[in-house]
């Protein structure tokens, strides 16, 4: 794996998540393929697209807790434990947060909320499925846009932490 070539069009978009990474110094590999505009199962769309595994494919999604809004990071095969990733963050309650919410505060359109280079920084947890893969996908800041990385890299990236947040 290796970080986009400055400037490379071919190797996809540059997006604040590549912008991030870059200036990070970690390593990624993108992955740019054609979005269906009528599709609404982005990350299915994402994992079939690129020929790989749902399980491979996480989804960023925000929720907004007693303590504020935080990140959860869940594989696309999966859906996200609410209640477990507010006690991940130590809060007591959490819920979905609004589309409109997460847009804003992430600064990306749903179906392409990447967890890097979001305009407000929240605390994020990423599921413990991750570790069990040696690289992982994750939205690229655009919908038809992924970005390959190790789950220790994400972590450190992102001063995440591990723990179980899926229901499947």
Do not use: C, N, W
């Not at 400055?6 to 190797?11: E, M, N, V, Y």
């Not at 990140?71 to 609004?98: C, E, F, P, T």
């Not at 505060?105 to 179906?111: A, E, Q």
């Not at 939205?139 to 229901?167: C, K, M, N, W, Y």
């Amino acid at each position: 794996m290796s970080k986009t070539p400055k400037g490379s069009k071919a190797a996809g978009p540059t997006t604040a998540a590549t912008v991030a990474l870059t200036h990070a110094g970690i390593s990624f590999t993108p992955h740019a393929y054609h979005h269906d505009e009528s599709s609404t199962d982005f990350g299915a769309e994402a994992a079939s697209a690129l020929g790989i595994d749902g399980g491979r494919v996480f989804k960023t999604l925000m929720v907004d807790t007693d303590k504020g809004f935080a990140i959860g990071i869940v594989s696309v095969d999966s859906k996200l434990d609410v209640k477990a990733l507010a006690r991940a963050v130590g809060a007591k309650r959490a819920v979905m947060a609004d589309a409109a919410v997460a847009e804003r505060k992430s600064g990306y359109v749903v179906g392409g909320i990447s967890p890097f280079g979001q305009k407000t920084r929240l605390p994020t947890v990423l599921d413990d499925r991750a570790l069990d893969f040696e690289t992982i996908y994750v939205s690229g800041g655009r919908r038809g846009f992924d970005i390959e990385v190790t789950p220790a890299d994400l972590v450190a990236a992102l001063g995440a932490q591990i723990a179980v947040i899926r229901r499947t």
